[in-house]
Nanobody, 123 residues
Framework: VQLQASGGGLVQAGGSLRLSCTAS???????RGWFRQAPGQEREFVATIRWNGGHTYYSDSVKGRFTISRDNTKNTVYLQMNSLKPEDTAVYYCAAGRAIMSTATTPRGYADWGQGTQVTVSS
């Protein structure tokens, strides 16, 4: 699976951004997710969506502010980010894989990764 992410940028605190991630190639993943990595920190889970059924899961740090959604016809996953905070600044990666529920919020649940898109939130 090839994943192409887009939509990052620079925004002021309180602003919004929408990330997109389109998949091509073999697309039999069970989950499609977003992770992020700030400088000097480990990659952390942000949100994920079960491709069939649409169940969603969020990290506590973004719950209520971010929304993950999918468009099956476009093979695309979106991450709508509202009320952004400076601590949301990171490179955001989309991921796809045949995770199960117990691994869907961890990087090891995903075999395929996009190239990353930078999100910078200024205070």
């Amino acid at each position: 699976v090839q994943l192409q992410a887009s939509g990052g940028g620079l925004v002021q605190a309180g602003g919004s951004l929408r990330l997109s991630c389109t998949a091509s190639g073999r697309t039999d993943s069970t989950y499609r997710g977003w992770f992020r990595q700030a400088p000097g920190q480990e990659r952390e889970f942000v949100a994920t969506i079960r491709w069939n059924g649409g169940h969603t899961y969020y990290s506590d740090s973004v719950k209520g502010r971010f929304t993950i959604s999918r468009d099956n016809t476009k093979n695309t996953v979106y991450l709508q980010m509202n009320s952004l905070k400076p601590e949301d600044t990171a490179v955001y990666y989309c991921a796809a894989g045949r995770a199960i529920m117990s691994t869907a919020t961890t990087p090891r649940g995903y075999a395929d990764w996009g190239q990353g898109t930078q999100v910078t939130v200024s205070s």
